[in-house]
């Protein structure tokens, strides 16, 4: 089933530093929780979680019951494997809005926000130290930002090589190849 996590930015009134997405089955009826009548179905979650790393390399989520949102992604009359993959496919495709209510409610904010959206970001997370890539975020916000003619006007030659990558005129090895030897140097 769909599981991800998205890194927040870092915020002292909140110990959470990542969002967990993940679709899960409920059977519905009385929820007494709540006092809400619940849906049979595919469900997706996004919750608040503050995930930390022992130093014997043993990794720990915690989350605060109550705390996040859920959204009925299809309801079915039984659990079914067809099911499930239309609901993974469904989660894919449409947890940006559920992950933007769950910040607004609680007032966090996702780390790489521009980043997050390139289909290469988890080979450039994988690959690249944070320093580099919150370098790459701020170059990719100034062009996101920045009117076309102002920008053309900065750079008039050379573009950065996260902005040529964002565009898609290099490709993500090249990117990472570039980036690497900076951080070795």
């Given at each position: 089933m769909f599981k991800r996590d998205i890194d927040l930015v870092p915020n002292k009134a909140n110990e959470e530093n990542i969002l967990t997405l993940e679709v899960g089955y409920e059977l519905g009826g009385y929820n007494n929780w709540n006092g809400q009548y619940n849906k049979r179905?595919?469900?997706l979650y996004c919750t608040p979680s503050h995930k930390r790393t022992s130093p014997a390399g043993l990794t720990s989520v915690t989350q605060t019951v109550g705390k996040g949102m859920k959204i009925l992604l299809k309801e079915t009359a039984r659990r079914s494997k067809k099911a499930e993959n239309e609901a993974d496919t469904l989660a894919a495709e449409g947890y940006g809005m559920l992950m933007e209510?769950?910040?607004n409610r609680y007032g966090l904010d996702i780390r790489y926000p521009n980043l997050r959206v390139c289909k290469d970001f988890e080979t450039l997370?994988?690959?690249?130290?944070?320093?580099?890539l919150d370098a790459i975020e701020a170059d990719i916000t100034e062009y996101e930002e920045t009117d076309a003619d102002e920008y053309m006007e900065k750079y008039p030659e050379f573009k950065p090589a996260a902005v040529s990558w964002y565009a898609s005129l290099i490709a993500t090895e090249d990117l990472i190849s570039y980036f690497k030897e900076i951080?070795?140097?």
């Open positions: 179905g595919y469900y209510k769950v910040c997370k994988d690959a690249l130290k944070e320093e580099t951080e070795e140097e």
